[in-house]
T-cell receptor, first 118, second 115 residues
Framework: ETGVTQTPRHLVMGMTNKKSLKCEQH?????MYWYKQSAKKPLELMFV???????ENNSVPSRFSPECPNSSHLFLHLHTLQPEDSALYLC?????????????????FGPGTRLTVL | QQQVKQSPQSLIVQKGGISIINCAYE??????FPWYQQFPGKGPALLIA?????SEKKEGRFTISFNKSAKQFSLHIMDSQPGDSATYFC??????????????FGQGTILTVHP
């Protein structure tokens, strides 16, 4: 496997369910990101992890809980979601937020998990 | 202050034509402006990026034009091909401080190139 992978690719869940999204990057990067992509809206940054430490929480509701056990893996734990949380959830990674080169900003995205909350 | 406004929302171009997508930003601290391309069922992928110390950057058929005084930048796709049909996102970020590495995205432009 190369690049950034996400599982599952599609998920349907009820409002009372608990599920987790998984992201894995095979690029040796140190920063990982969760984004939410809704129709006709800009990509919304949710969380940023750099060297396994959370450095950004963009006012995300507590029903979304991220976990980064190491620099290669990122999880998004979901519980008691709302129908408006239905969206494409994208994971991305980048070499190192603190690198001295402008190329630090190149983020490599996974294919996303299409989440539907009933 | 953190917004990036992108237009048009959708664009239809004939094969061989020029596709132009525009973005405007407000935060003068932004110093990195990438464009991402997204095909259905895929995540966005970096297409081309520019820094504000140059006014234009070209890679193959893709060119970014940057106007620092107007706080605008645009993507030009020359000789547009049906395979270019995708959603294009502009983005911006600034170095330093707590926003280091944080990309602010435009709303996206759905480009359709007819054969």
């Amino acid at each position: 496997e190369t690049g950034v992978t996400q599982t599952p690719r599609h998920l349907v869940m009820g409002m009372t369910n608990k599920k987790s999204l998984k992201c894995e990057q095979h690029l040796g990067h140190n920063a990982m990101y969760w984004y939410k992509q809704s129709a006709k809206k800009p990509l919304e940054l949710m969380f940023v992890y750099n060297f396994k430490e959370q450095t950004e929480n963009n006012s995300v509701p507590s029903r979304f809980s991220p976990e980064c056990p190491n620099s290669s893996h990122l999880f998004l734990h979901l519980h008691t979601l709302q129908p408006e949380d239905s969206a494409l959830y994208l994971c991305a990674s980048s070499p190192d937020r603190l690198a001295g080169s402008y190329s630090y900003n190149e983020q490599f995205f996974g294919p996303g998990t299409r989440l539907t909350v009933l | 202050q953190q917004q990036v406004k992108q237009s048009p929302q959708s664009l239809i171009v004939q094969k061989g034509g020029i596709s132009i997508i525009n973005c405007a930003y407000e935060n003068t601290a932004f110093d990195y402006f990438p464009w991402y391309q997204q095909f259905p069922g895929k995540g966005p992928a970096l297409l081309i990026a520019i820094r504000p110390d140059v006014s234009e950057k070209k890679e193959g058929r893709f060119t970014i034009s940057f106007n620092k005084s107007a706080k605008q930048f645009s993507l030009h796709i020359m000789d547009s091909q049906p395979g270019d049909s995708a959603t294009y996102f502009c983005a911006a970020s600034r170095a330093g401080g707590t926003s280091y590495g944080k990309l602010t995205f435009g709303q996206g432009t759905i480009l359709t190139v007819h054969p």
